[in-house]
């Protein structure tokens, strides 16, 4: 899938280069627009021609992504949440959507600041934080891969062993 993103090194096929999640651009007269730019920042992929997606995999360092949000633009132009990721310690995060989706913007959408459960972590706050994100609010990932047609399933290839 040829995606355009504002953070090429999301989808560069390599994961030693590291992009940021950047700042929501908010409408202007849209208060709950500039409530989410105050409160999240955004990973957002596009593309000319619509894409189908089925499968999601986020590859970044333990922590980094600890919890985000799975969205892609529908048809009205409304992000629709498909999958809300919480407590992810893992450097790839995988998952298989049930019905596949067809869209032209996808984006991870990420808490500035967070409580970790991670044992002498970085304590992160959500209490009363407005205004500019900070340089740790934003997070790397270093990559971001979506498929539509999924890998064989061995048991269905015949080639499980007995």
Do not use: C
Not at 53 to 66: A, D, H, L, N, R
Not at 115 to 141: C, H, L, N
């Amino acid at each position: 899938m040829d995606a355009t993103s504002e953070d090429t090194k999301f989808h560069d096929d390599n994961i030693h280069t590291v992009g940021e999640t950047g700042p929501i651009l908010e409408d202007e007269k849209d208060i709950r627009s500039q409530e989410e730019s105050d409160k999240f920042t955004e990973a957002v992929l596009r593309w000319r021609q619509p894409q189908t997606i089925q499968q999601v995999v986020v590859k970044s360092e333990p922590g980094q992504m600890e919890y985000f949000s799975v969205q892609y633009m529908n048809e009205e132009g409304k992000w629709v949440t498909v999958k809300e990721v919480k407590d992810n310690m893992r450097p790839m995060y995988r998952f298989t959507l049930h019905n596949p989706i067809v869209t032209t913007k996808f984006r991870l959408k990420v808490p500035r600041r967070w409580e970790s459960r991670r044992v002498g972590g970085q304590k992160r706050s959500t209490r009363g934080e407005t205004g500019a994100p900070s340089m740790q609010e934003y997070k790397k990932i270093q990559e971001i891969e979506l498929y539509y047609a999924l890998p064989p399933d061995p048991m269905e290839a015949g080639t499980a062993e007995q």
